[in-house]
């Protein structure tokens, strides 16, 4: 299984980012980045996403939020599958394609149930097909973003701001507020 640290390891290599640079920009010092990256000593948690952020790179935080406590839906990046985006463009529209006869099904199941109720025999099989199929569509999702960054430079975080921002401005979303804490410049 690979680990945080050995992702980091492979993304660096992927950018072309040396260790003094990540140490610097992390304000670490380079021995101490050594230790977390060769495994001798574990990354703190409140260094992770340091790490990660200063990388900007998805995979790392993909395998990051994998194991973030309160990640509802964690996911993982395919790395098993050939590195262009095309194969995984491939495998996001098998899956798409599977989704939409299993939701069709789980949909007169939905329909056909009175609330409150549990589903129970093949209805119950139906909805566990249906969202092992979410769970496979979100996970070749998010993993062809990762790929178009690595390969056309594509930014991911910013493809995320824009979703959310897209959601607020539907009003599918509510805009987030500022902390009365929070210093506003």
Same mark, same amino acid.
């Given at each position: 299984?690979?680990?945080l ?5 492979? /993304? #660096? ?5 040396i260790?003094?640079?990540l140490a ?10 050594? /230790?977390?990256?060769t495994?001798?000593?574990?990354? @703190?948690?409140d !260094? /992770?996403?340091?790490?990660?952020e200063?990388?900007?790179s998805p995979?790392?935080s993909?395998?990051?939020?994998t194991?973030?406590k ?17 194969v995984a ?7 798409a ?5 299993v939701? &069709? /099904?789980?949909?007169?199941?939905m329909?056909? &149930?009175?609330?409150?109720y549990k589903?129970a025999g ?9 969202e092992?199929?979410?769970?496979d ?10 790929k178009?960054?690595e ?6 975080v910013e493809t #995320?701001?824009?979703?959310?921002? &897209? ?7 509510s805009?987030? !507020? &500022?902390? @009365?804490l929070?210093?506003?410049?």
């Amino acid at each position: 299984m690979l680990t945080l640290a050995m992702i980091l390891r492979e /993304e #660096m290599v992927t950018y072309g980012v040396i260790g003094k640079e990540l140490a610097a920009a992390a304000c670490l010092a380079p021995s101490t980045l050594s /230790e977390y990256l060769t495994g001798s000593r574990p990354i @703190p948690k409140d !260094r /992770e996403g340091e790490l990660v952020e200063v990388l900007n790179s998805p995979r790392a935080s993909e395998e990051r939020c994998t194991d973030c406590k309160g990640n509802l839906f964690p996911t993982r990046y395919l790395d098993e599958i050939d590195n262009h985006p095309i194969v995984a463009l491939d495998k996001l529209v098998e899956e798409a394609e599977e989704i939409i006869n299993v939701a &069709k /099904e789980a949909r007169k199941t939905m329909i056909n &149930k009175r609330h409150g109720y549990k589903f129970a025999g093949t209805n119950d099989l139906t909805i566990t097909s249906f969202e092992d199929e979410v769970a496979d569509l979100i996970t070749c999702s998010k993993t062809l973003l990762i790929k178009l960054q690595e390969w056309y430079n594509r930014p991911v975080v910013e493809t #995320m701001r824009r979703h959310i921002k &897209k959601l607020e401005q539907s009003g599918y979303c509510s805009v987030k !507020r &500022k902390s @009365p804490l929070c210093k506003v410049d």
